[in-house]
């Protein structure tokens, strides 16, 4: 199974970037895919996360209302629309993929992992 993330940039504060997840592999029609993201001398925290069936969401505090993830079936490929970005929005984002359709927020219930792409929001 791969994940491969992409979208990554530069970009300035209030501006808006979409990152993609491609998985080859496998699909997670029984389960769920997520972002993730870590700052240099943090922990990885959760984003978002997408039941891969019914489409059903759930967001970290905070970036609701201004992140927006999504999937793709035919493409089987997971997107996380970012807008109004803030410079504590900088990170190395990860997708990550699990079975099960619960919402899991911890990094250590997915099994697998994307290489990550870096954002990076300036002031």
């Known amino acids: 199974v791969q994940l491969q993330a992409s979208g990554g940039g530069l970009v300035q504060a209030g501006g808006s970037l979409r990152l993609s997840c491609a998985a080859s592999g496998r699909t997670f029609s029984s389960g769920a895919m997520g972002w993730f993201r870590q700052a240099p001398g943090k922990e990885r925290e959760f984003v978002a996360i997408i039941i891969w069936s019914s489409g059903g969401t759930y967001y970290a505090d905070s970036v609701k209302g201004r992140f927006t993830i999504s999937r793709d079936n035919a493409k089987n490929t997971m997107y996380l629309q970012m807008n109004n970005l803030k410079p504590e929005d900088t990170a190395v984002y990860y997708c990550?993929?699990?079975?099960?359709?619960?919402?899991?927020?911890?990094?250590?219930?997915?099994?697998?992992w994307g290489q990550g792409t870096l954002v990076t929001v300036s002031s």
């Open positions: 990550a993929g699990r079975s099960g359709y619960y919402y899991a927020t911890a990094p250590e219930n997915y099994s697998y």
